[in-house]
């Protein structure tokens, strides 16, 4: 049963991810491969907090989500100024770039080794450790970020972002409004990302750096495609579909470990699959031409 409950604990992780992602991929249109350093920005910053400061796990997460959003200001400023291909580029060299910090200040993220022993999570005088009590709070977590990122985006505001998505150039007599509008969308996204960067790491109780790679920032990224990107529902069920695909290849391969190493060549040749018959996803959203 906990093994239940750990699935359903990752399908929130991911929840909360892929909703995040979709305001810059979806509404903003812009392709960005960094998702997952602003992950491991909240991860290791919450972690760092907790394991040398002592902080409790509400101020460790708050330090977390602060440090992303301040790591996504230059992000969101450079983003402003590269389209297509650069877009992927840049934030794909992020990504690496943050990685190898990750690697190598040993000092602070424990390098290759990670940050272990993460206490486990605590909300006030509730010590919340079970398998199945955070894999529940999480997932309450997860609805509210939905809800909560479902009520900006199905707003009005959608048609601001949409605007910069389908025409940037249109957008170049409001610079200031549009300059504003990308720094609070990377906030959004980045800080929501950090939260969950934050319950990853007491869940875990154990990060290190190659969780975030580039492995992670494709999961994710295929999540927010599969499922539609710019529709409420599509990052969750684009989710829910990428994370059954490990389950499916074990229970294809009866537990080999060989099959079970095939996970990303079968998630591959899915996204193949779907970009060449339904690129708008499954519940046909924003196609990047």
């Known amino acids: 049963m906990n093994y239940v409950f750990h699935i359903l604990f990752l399908l929130g992780i991911y929840v909360i991810l892929t909703v995040s992602l979709d305001i810059l991929v979806g509404h903003l249109g812009l392709l960005v491969l960094c998702h997952s350093a602003f ?26 989500v602060l440090a992303t959003v301040m790591f996504s200001i230059p992000v969101a400023l450079t983003a402003m100024r590269l389209r297509g291909d650069a877009i992927v580029l840049g934030s794909f060299s992020l990504l690496l770039i943050t990685v190898d910090l990750l690697k190598n200040l040993r000092g602070i993220t424990g390098g290759l080794d990670g940050l272990r ?14 398998i199945p009590a955070q894999a529940i709070f999480v997932v309450l977590v997860a609805v509210v970020c939905w809800l909560s990122i479902g009520r900006i985006t199905c707003s009005a505001q959608r048609y601001f972002l949409h605007a910069l998505r389908d025409d940037p150039h249109a957008a170049v007599g409001l610079r200031a409004f549009s300059a504003s509008l990308y720094l609070r969308s990377f906030a959004l996204a980045s800080g929501v990302a950090g939260l969950a960067g934050a319950f990853y790491a007491t869940y875990m109780t154990y990060i290190n750096p190659n969780v975030f790679g580039a492995d992670q920032a494709i999961t994710l990224t295929t999540m927010v495609l599969i499922g539609g990107a710019s529709k409420p529902l599509g990052p969750i069920l684009g989710a829910a579909v990428v994370l059954s695909i490990p389950e499916f290849v074990r229970t294809l391969g009866g537990g080999s470990a060989e099959v079970g190493a095939m996970n990303y060549a079968v998630m591959g040749i899915v996204l193949i699959l779907f970009a060449a018959f339904r690129p708008r996803g499954i519940l046909g959203g924003y196609e990047f031409k």
């Open 39 to 64: 992950f491991a920005v909240g991860a290791y910053v919450s972690a760092y907090a907790m394991l040398n400061a002592g902080w409790p796990f509400v101020m460790a997460a708050c330090l977390g």
């Open 117 to 130: 022993d993460i206490p486990p999570m605590r909300l006030g005088v509730w010590s919340i450790t079970s």
